[in-house]
Structures are given as structure tokens and as C-alpha cells.
């Protein structure tokens, strides 16, 4: 599933970036930031490409959401977010 900006549940979201949209892409040394909707929607779902699709649904959606929206400090790019994601999947299970 390809999850869009109607599934997102925070409303703050900014959706203006001039970033370039991400498309067949992978996470990289880009700066990351929690409030471009754009950069969560690639990060969400990128990470739910990588971990089996079927296995986020729009419940799951919220969870990830509030993940990336309490980042810790120190996770400045796409790459770092994409790995304490997925650490956090596998030692919590989103």
C-alpha cells in the first residue's frame, strides 16, 4: 500500500518543500525534517516497503507518524531516521 497525505493523522505537516519528490529512491544523507510532509510520507513509506507493506496498515500509520515526530535530537538525515525506525520496529514492533 502507498500511503498518502490523507492518511496521515497529524495536521501540521508543511507541504510546500521545494525538495525534490522522492521516487525510487533510497534514504540519504539529506537533512530530515518532521514537519515536511513530503519527507514523512517518502520515509513511511519507504519503511513499509522495506519491512513488507502488509505488514503497516493505517493503524500503524499514527504509531510511525508520532515516531518520527519525537525524533531524537541527534537524527538529522533521511538515512538515521530510516535506521532508529527500524530498530525501533524490531525491538518494539510499530
Not at 504509531?63 to 525506525?85: C, G, Q, T, Y
Request: charged content about 20%.
Amino acid at each position: 500500500m502507498n500511503f498518502q497525505k490523507h492518511h496521515l493523522q497529524l495536521g501540521d505537516y508543511t507541504w510546500s518543500s521545494t525538495a525534490t519528490t522522492h521516487v525510487n529512491t533510497e534514504p540519504a544523507r539529506t537533512p530530515f525534517d518532521s514537519r515536511d510532509g513530503h519527507q514523512v510520507l517518502f520515509m513511511i513509506n519507504f519503511f513499509a516497503q522495506s519491512i513488507g507493506s502488509e505488514k503497516i496498515t493505517e493503524k500503524n500509520i499514527f504509531a510511525l507518524e508520532k515516531l518520527i515526530r519525537d525524533l531524537p535530537e541527534e537524527l538529522k538525515s533521511e538515512k538515521s531516521v530510516f535506521n532508529f525506525l527500524c530498530g525501533q520496529y524490531l525491538y518494539h514492533s510499530v
